[in-house]
């Protein structure tokens, strides 16, 4: 009967770890979706919103800084 019962626990909370993966693909990919939109639009400063916001977050291009 233990055995039974550890395996429903485990079946279930591993089933919950998939739902919480799969809400975080999504909004990972309408994240780069938009990302996608704004740069063909040729939109940066949109494209540059979804960024983390910190003085220590630094892009490097060709020119430098």
Partial sequence: MRKAFLLILAYILSATSLFSQ???EKEVRALLDFQT???N????PAFMETYWKSDSLMFIGKSGV
């Fill in 22 to 24: 799969d809400k975080d």
């Fill in 37 to 39: 939109q704004e740069w």
């Fill in 41 to 44: 639009k040729g939109n940066i």
